[in-house]
C-alpha cells in the first residue's frame, strides 16, 4: 500500500525506524546502513532502509515543527513501524547541560498546537520505557559516551515541544519550563509521543543540545560548533545500537 504523503510503499518498511528533522541528516544517518538504498525523497520527507548490525531499519526525515513531523509518524505507523526514535537538536534550559551534551526525553511538555487536537490537554506525552532505557544504555556506553560527552554530559528528564523557534510580542515561558524542571526544549517530540500512544506504537527520543532556548538568537545561537556535531554524530550512534538491541529483544 502506498503511503500518499511519504510516497513509500507500506511493503518496504520494516518495524523500526529513525526519525530526524533533517532531510540531509537523514542521508548522512543512511550512510551508517549496510545495503543502504532510498526509497523516496517527497517533500521534506527522505526515506531510507537497511541493515544495522543485522536489523532491518529505517531512517526518515520529518521536518521541522509538530504537524508535519506528525503526518509523517502516522504514515510510518501506518506502514508497519512499530518502534520510532527520534534524533535531533535542542535548546537547554540549564548551564548543567550546555551545548555538546545529549538529553534522552523521557517526556515532553506539550506547549504545541498539533496534540492539543489530538488528545485532551490533561493527557500526558511519554515516551516508552523500553525505548528509554535502551537510549539511556546506548548513549552511556564506554567509547560512545566518552566522544559524546567531550563537551557536556548525557542527561535524561522531560523536554518541552513548542511550535515557536523566534519569538514574538508573546513572551515563550521558558522560564517556567525551567523552574518546573525541564531540561530543554524543542519542536516535534510530543508529536511523537501522542501519535505513538494513539496508534499502538513505541518511541523515544534523543536530541544534542545546540545552545540555550532563552537565549537571544539572533546573537547567540550557533548550531554549527564542534562540540554540536560530535554530539549529533553520537547521538545518532546511540540510536541505531538502541534501536539494534531493542529489536534483537523483540526476536529473543
Excluded at 52 to 81: D, K, N, Q, T, W
Excluded at 143 to 160: E, Q, S
Amino acid at each position: 500500500m502506498l503511503m500518499p504523503i511519504l510516497q513509500i510503499h507500506s511493503e518496504d518498511m520494516p518495524a523500526y525506524a529513525i526519525v530526524c528533522g533533517d532531510p540531509a541528516r537523514a542521508e548522512k544517518i543512511s550512510r551508517k546502513l549496510e545495503q543502504a538504498r532510498e526509497l523516496a525523497f517527497s517533500r521534506e520527507y527522505r526515506t531510507f532502509v537497511g541493515l544495522y548490525e543485522g536489523v532491518e531499519m529505517a531512517v526518515v526525515s520529518h521536518g521541522v515543527g509538530s504537524p508535519g513531523a506528525a503526518v509523517c509518524f502516522e504514515e510510518l505507523i501506518r506502514a508497519g513501524v512499530t518502534t520510532l526514535i527520534r534524533v535531533g537538536t535542542a535548546g537547554s534550559y540549564t548551564a548543567d547541560y550546555p551545548a555538546g551534551s545529549l538529553i534522552v526525553s523521557t517526556a515532553a511538555v506539550r506547549s504545541d498546537g498539533l496534540t492539543r487536537q489530538l488528545v485532551p490537554d490533561g493527557f500526558p506525552a511519554v515516551a516508552d520505557i523500553g525505548v528509554t532505557q535502551a537510549l539511556i544504555e546506548a548513549a552511556q556506553e564506554k567509547g560512545n559516551a566518552d566522544a559524546a560527552t567531550a563537551a557536556g554530559k548525557v542527561g535524561v528528564g522531560i523536554t518541552v515541544t513548542l511550535d515557536a523557534f523566534f519569538t514574538g510580542v508573546e513572551e515563550i515561558p521558558h522560564r517556567k519550563y525551567k523552574q518546573a524542571g525541564a531540561l530543554a526544549a524543542e519542536m516535534e517530540i510530543a508529536a511523537l509521543y501522542i501519535v505513538s500512544t494513539l496508534r499502538g506504537a513505541r518511541a523515544g527520543a534523543i536530541v544534542a543540545i545546540d545552545g540555550f532556548a532563552d537565549s537571544d538568537l539572533a546573537a547567540e545561537y550557533d548550531p554549527h560548533t564542534d562540540a554540536v556535531a560530535h554530539a549529533v554524530e553520537h547521538e545518532m550512534n546511540a540510536a541505531l545500537r538502541a534501536l539494534a538491541a531493542l529489536a534483537r529483544q523483540d526476536q529473543a
